[in-house]
């Protein structure tokens, strides 16, 4: 079972910037593509971000594009997620999630996607 924990959220000014790490246990090597995911009060939880974990290769919503940047680092089976010109409407629980199937001409951009959850984190934009 792989097990995925999130830090690094907390509280920052409108155009501040954040990185999220969401570390990775267990079997990893059965990952085949990690995400993003973030969830406002009374709101769906919505794709963020999403990379291939052997490849590095990065896919995002279009909402984050040009300000979050998603990374990993293999050797510590640790994902990040830079977030820079941060905006109240980014406030949300962040989660880290983990996909075991392979996708190789598409990203898995749906939570049913999706095989493993972490906990979450909060990031809270002020205006």
């Known amino acids: 079972q792989v097990q995925l924990v999130e830090s690094g959220g907390g509280l920052v000014q409108a155009g501040g910037s954040l990185r999220l790490s969401c570390d990775a246990s267990?079997?990893?090597?059965?990952?085949?593509?990690m995400g993003w995911f973030r969830q406002a009060p009374g709101k769906e939880r919505e794709f963020v971000a999403a990379i291939k974990w052997n490849t590095g290769s990065a896919y995002y919503a279009d909402s984050v594009k040009g300000r979050f940047t998603i990374s990993r680092d293999n050797a510590k089976n640790t994902m990040y997620l830079q977030m820079n010109s941060l905006k109240p409407e980014d406030t949300a629980a962040y989660y880290c999630?983990?996909?075991?199937?392979?996708?190789?001409?598409?990203?898995?951009?749906?939570?049913?996607?999706?095989?493993?959850w972490g906990q979450g984190t909060q990031v809270t934009v002020s205006s």
């Open positions: 267990g079997p990893t090597f059965i990952i085949y593509t």
């Open positions: 999630a983990a996909d075991r199937t392979p996708k190789a001409w598409n990203w898995a951009t749906t939570r049913g996607e999706y095989n493993y």
